[in-house]
């Protein structure tokens, strides 16, 4: 069974740094694509930073030069480094990671997992 955790959420004033962290786990197939996504209160989930097998990165266009995404691909794990935090960064950050099944000729998209979500509150 997959399972995907994340960390290092919390309280901090404008200005400060967070980094999160997230695990996936429990699969026998590969983990491809891989993002953090944040939901704010009466607000959608949006996509923050995504990050490719490969390094590529992209990032949502409010928090480019503030936000590193970065991941480890033997460990299957996704970091999110946040510097100069603001009140509008605050929400519930999620992991979520893409199984594919991969074989010679290719991989296919299997499932999407998320994370339980962690909490990122920064005060002015």
């Known amino acids: 069974q997959v399972q995907v955790a994340e960390s290092g959420g919390g309280l901090v004033q404008a200005g400060g740094s967070l980094r999160l962290s997230c695990t996936a786990s429990?699969?026998?197939?590969?983990?491809?694509?891989m993002g953090w996504y944040r939901q704010a209160p009466g607000k959608q989930r949006e996509l923050v930073a995504e990050?490719?097998?490969?390094?590529?990165?992209k990032y949502k266009d409010s928090v480019k030069g503030r936000f590193t995404i970065s991941r480890d691909n033997a460990k299957n794990t996704l970091s999110l480094q946040m510097n100069t935090l603001n009140p509008g960064d605050t929400a519930v950050y999620y992991c979520?990671?893409?199984?594919?099944?991969?074989?010679?000729?290719?991989?296919?998209?299997?499932?999407?997992?998320w994370g339980q979500g962690t909490q990122v509150t920064v005060s002015s």
């Open positions: 990050i490719s097998p490969n390094g590529t990165a």
């Open positions: 429990g699969s026998i197939y590969t983990f491809h694509d």
């Open positions: 979520n990671v893409e199984e594919v099944y991969c074989s010679e000729y290719g991989c296919s998209p299997r499932q999407l997992y």
